[in-house]
């Protein structure tokens, strides 16, 4: 087949597998976090997730169901008078995308009129409700040492509360790997899933190239995708972001291509960890400061398998802080403490020449040691107490938040009262009929709301 149909072919393969294999039930997640949130502020919270998961479309951060309580009938009432919390927990936060890709309503008269008499809020980045008695809203986020998140900060658009998002879905993704008997029988050292290289992932091409500079392959169960299933694109003709991923080898030479669908993290192969001892993770983020790790991570956790990450530096402190025990009495870690992305890889991979090449009695004596960690790790992941922390850490830092959201200089007092005291905007709503503009009584209610908060 010619190149551009391998590509027609992958490009159809990966949308298929988006919209078809990706539909895992994730509004359960956030009808959780919901109940966790209205139960901190003691009223109703307004969730806005990205459906279809997995999107980065602006368009597709909508709310979590549409209002239809006892007493709260009207949607676009409890969005202005209830905090709302922005999820961008599943993807790394993005500023400048969101920045530049800004959400586009339709001019209705209630806008226009705002617009004319200069009271229409502009929208800024992710924080699309402009019609809100808050000025500031919650942005969940699974990201720490986040320059995105600094940007947030600074121009004092949103509250950060950040959670190990990844680390809820993948006890759901994984569970059933709690109740599987994992029987070894390794026939290659190194598990390594190689599938998408685009944007984030470019270095996997350079390390599917490491791999065969270093003679490696023939030690690993690993794949190579020539062309990026997700972008449509072959490696020669992808512009890099960053050059010094460029392979230097043809690597559909040497590696197979992956047929796995884009939901492939979120499943497990027990064949995959019986036959192989390591695996080595290639996570979204590594040419990066930020830590975001991902449910790539927490599979071979899940599956008992001994692992080496390759993520952004001090991703393996990240995992000992939750609880995890890494393999630093086994093998030598001191490649997660490099700041250097290309010393990084270089560094994993020549851990892999020497575990490679362990003789037989050293290879015996180190693999029981690594699964020993490994056991323990499977247990602690799906142990109540894992879970606790994690959810802890999501409800301490919610309450942080709701109490800087409820603080007096959050509320929009002095734009609500110029807009009820304005000719125009009380001529309009005294006699709108229109159910998607506000009414004379939706406005009464509003500034009876910010009284008693403010008060």
């Known amino acids: 087949m010619c190149r551009v149909g391998v590509i027609v072919l992958n490009v159809v393969r990966y949308w298929l597998s988006k919209y078809v294999s990706m539909n895992i039930p994730l509004d359960q997640l956030y009808h959780y976090i919901q109940h966790i949130a209205e139960k901190i502020y003691g009223d109703l919270v307004v969730i806005y997730r990205f459906y279809p998961h997995g999107s980065k479309n602006i368009n597709d951060l909508n709310n979590l169901e549409n209002f239809n309580r006892e007493n709260n009938s009207k949607e676009s009432l409890n969005k202005t008078i209830f905090p709302l919390i922005w999820c961008n927990d599943q993807e790394p936060l993005n500023y400048e995308f969101y920045r530049n890709n800004l959400r586009v309503w339709p001019k209705t008269p209630w806008i226009s009129l705002l617009t004319s008499v200069g009271l229409n809020v502009p929208i800024t980045n992710l924080n699309y409700r402009r019609a809100s008695i808050f000025k500031k809203h919650i942005l969940l986020h699974s990201e720490q040492r986040s320059y995105n998140l600094k940007k947030y900060k600074d121009n004092n658009e949103l509250i950060p509360v950040y959670y190990w998002s990844h680390a809820v879905i993948a006890r759901d993704w994984f569970r059933y790997a709690e109740h599987e008997t994992f029987q070894k029988n390794a026939r290659k050292t190194f598990l390594i899933y190689n599938r998408a290289w685009g944007n984030t992932r470019e270095y996997r091409l350079k390390f599917a190239d490491l791999l065969i500079e270093n003679d490696l392959v023939e030690h690993c169960q690993t794949t190579c995708n020539a062309v990026d299933p997700e972008l449509g694109v072959h490696y020669t003709d992808y512009q890099f972001k960053n050059t010094q991923w460029k392979p230097s080898n043809k690597l559909e030479n040497f590696c197979n291509t992956s047929t796995a669908h884009a939901a492939s993290s979120a499943s497990f192969e027990t064949k995959d960890y019986n036959s192989t001892n390591i695996e080595i993770v290639l996570e979204t983020l590594f040419d990066d400061t930020r830590l975001h790790l991902t449910e790539k991570s927490l599979r071979p956790i899940a599956c008992g398998q ?52 362990w003789d037989t009695d050293t290879k015996s004596k180190k693999m029981q040691m690594a699964q020993q960690i490994a056991d323990y790790n499977r247990q602690w992941f799906f142990s109540q107490g894992f879970f606790d922390q994690v959810t802890r850490e999501l409800k301490t830092n919610l309450t942080v938040a709701f109490a800087e959201l409820d603080h007096p200089d959050n509320y929009k007092v002095d734009y609500w009262n110029h807009l009820a005291s304005t000719p125009a905007i009380i001529d309009f709503v005294s006699t709108n009929q229109d159910s998607h503009c506000p009414t004379k009584s939706d406005i009464d209610v509003i500034l009876a709301v910010l009284k008693n908060k403010t008060q």
Request: proline content about 4%; aromatic content about 14%; overall charge negative.
């Open 306 to 357: 001994p692992f080496i990450l390759a993520g952004t530096h001090g991703s393996l402190e990240y995992l000992r802080s939750y609880g995890f025990k890494t393999f630093e009495n086994v093998w030598e870690e001191n490649y997660d403490l490099v700041e250097d992305p290309r010393d990084r890889l270089t560094q994993i991979v020549a851990l892999m020449q020497q575990i490679a090449h």
